[in-house]
């Protein structure tokens, strides 16, 4: 069964850190495109990184850019999302999705499996 499991959340002030971490089971990460997605009360869902397993180029929402690094560790079947400097903007549910294609597509509707996702709080 494959899986994917998010964990790491948590309540932080501003300007804290938080690393999130996204554990596969059943399947080699390596082998899939990794975006990590966030979804805010009363808002869609949006893209914010995303990692390819074909080159391991990175991309960024602007709104994440210079401030989060997502990185993954294949030893570990995990990738990291490194969120720096958060902001209570950054308040949502955070998931990551697996894409089979060695590209990042830039496309929600191409990350087949999903994790359950974990709260992320930034509060005073």
């Known amino acids: 069964q494959l899986q994917l499991v998010e964990s790491g959340g948590g309540l932080v002030q501003p300007g804290g850190s938080l690393r999130l971490s996204c554990a596969a089971s059943?399947?080699?990460?390596?082998?899939?495109?990794i975006g990590w997605f966030r979804q805010a009360p009363g808002k869609e869902r949006e893209g914010i990184s995303c990692?390819?397993?074909?080159?391991?180029?990175?991309y960024y929402a602007d709104s994440v850019k210079g401030r989060f690094t997502v990185s993954r560790d294949n030893a570990k079947n995990t990738v990291y999302l490194q969120m720096n400097s958060l902001r209570p903007g950054d308040t949502a549910v955070y998931y990551c999705?697996?894409?089979?294609?060695?590209?990042?597509?830039?496309?929600?509707?191409?990350?087949?499996?999903w994790g359950q996702g974990t709260q992320v709080a930034v509060s005073s």
């Open positions: 999705a697996a894409d089979r294609r060695n590209y990042c597509s830039g496309y929600e509707s191409t990350f087949g499996y």
């Open positions: 059943g399947f080699t990460l390596d082998a899939y495109s």
């Open positions: 990692i390819s397993s074909r080159d391991g180029n990175t």
